[in-house]
């Protein structure tokens, strides 16, 4: 891997060199049959993905591109969106749904907790929501969101199902054909991002909407959008040497490359793996005396946030382990300063997690908190052995 550090902040994650010699290809026109030919190819792995009826669309932008493009062409002005949100990203939907006046009520767990499947029913109970947004792992707290006991509650009441999937999607389960307890509770939409579990420069927005998302999207009519709004991106999708705003050339031919390696590699390995990876890097932190936020079985297998113990400075930490090549990121909110975030996903290898482990207890070492980083090590190779 030609990169000099160990990029472990929960998105971007590190990038490999396929990825970057495909990305370094030679730029062409968004027209030419050869980038046509790799553009319909990544549509096509990305229906393998999420294994949807619907429509996937796959664009430039970021993460906040996707929410906005499924939020906006699902829900009008008026209508009630009902957000689900385990931390700072779930709350990001209330703004999004403020900015183009749908009307938001918010269930928000306490940091670190999960959000009850039973105060989703007692809300959807009251009122009629058009949609619920649900966040996948939310990259604030690591906390992951249990979707066999959401995705029923909020079929039942008739509310469209949008998944946050950008630091879960290829790394944690989101398949568009899994039924939920009925024939017909299945999750409608799932966003996305390039950058995280994927494991490909950031810059792509990636969105699939099933067949009762693409009707909602009909429904609407005209909604407050241009460069967002789905309908001008589906014949592109369907025929990718069509023309609406020029795709980001370069990058697709990045994310088609980091698709061949996702698929190749399995998704239901890479599901393992990543479980695998989070039991593993949180139960070592364990013996430095730290400790997750979320609960384990609350856990999201692509990130973790992590508690310092007492007397540990969160600038002198990160700085010192990033001297030794390990770039981890702070926490947000309320957290800055009292724990760290520690992405564990996308290309992110064991032999790489080891390292950082080993590095971090060095690190503890070298700031006057003596701690065992070689026990450390042994109980990740340990964990990591019974998960997979
Ligand atoms: C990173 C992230 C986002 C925002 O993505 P950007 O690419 O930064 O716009 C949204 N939701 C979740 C869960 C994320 O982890």
Redesign the pocket.
């Known amino acids: 891997m030609r990169n000099e550090e160990m990029l472990l902040v929960?998105?971007p994650t590190p990038v490999i060199d396929a990825i970057y010699d495909a990305m370094a290809s030679e730029t062409r026109g968004h027209t030419d049959p050869r980038f046509v030919a790799i553009f319909k190819h990544a549509i096509e792995q990305t229906r393998q993905l999420f294994q949807t009826d619907g429509e996937v669309f796959v664009v430039a932008?970021?993460?906040?591109?996707?929410?906005e493009m499924a939020l906006v062409n699902t829900v009008a002005a008026g209508e009630k969106v009902l957000v689900v949100s385990q931390g700072y990203?779930?709350d990001?939907f209330i703004q999004l749904g403020e900015a183009f006046g749908i009307e938001v009520d918010v269930l928000q767990s306490e940091w670190g907790k999960q959000v009850a499947p039973a105060a989703v029913e007692k809300k959807l109970a009251t009122g009629q929501y058009k949609a619920v947004t649900i966040?996948?792992?939310?990259?604030?707290t690591g906390v992951a969101a249990d979707l066999d006991a959401l995705v029923p509650v909020v079929k039942k009441h008739g509310a469209l199902v949008i998944l946050?999937?950008?630091?879960?999607t290829a790394a944690m389960e989101e398949n568009m054909s899994k039924t939920y307890g009925h024939p017909d509770y299945k999750i409608d939409v799932v966003l996305t991002?390039s950058?995280?579990a994927i494991g490909v420069p950031?810059g792509l927005?990636i969105v699939a909407f099933n067949q009762a998302a693409l009707a909602a999207r009909k429904q609407l009519g005209r909604i407050p959008a241009y460069y967002c709004d789905i309908n001008n991106w589906q014949p592109i999708m369907q025929d990718p040497g069509k023309y609406f705003a020029t795709p980001p050339v370069n990058l697709i031919y990045a994310y088609e490359e980091g698709m061949k390696l996702v698929l190749a590699e399995g998704l239901s390995n890479r599901y393992v793996r990543h479980t695998a990876f989070g039991k593993a890097v949180r139960a070592a932190l364990t013996e430095y005396g730290m400790k997750a936020l979320a609960e384990e079985e609350a856990a999201a297998s692509t990130?973790s946030c992590i508690l310092y113990p007492d007397g540990v400075d969160d600038s002198a930490f990160r700085a010192a382990l990033a001297k030794k090549g390990i770039i981890v990121a702070g926490a947000l909110a309320h957290l800055a300063g009292k724990a760290f975030r520690i992405g564990h996903m996308g290309n992110t290898t064991e032999e790489m997690l080891k390292k950082a482990i080993e590095l971090i207890g060095d690190t503890l070492n070298e700031l006057g908190h003596p701690v065992d980083s070689a026990k450390a090590v042994e109980r990740f190779n340990k964990e990591v052995l019974t998960s997979v």
């Open positions: 929960p998105g932008g970021s993460g906040t591109t996707a929410m990203f779930g990001r966040t996948h792992a939310d990259t604030s946050d999937g950008v630091c879960a991002g950058q995280k950031p927005a990130l």
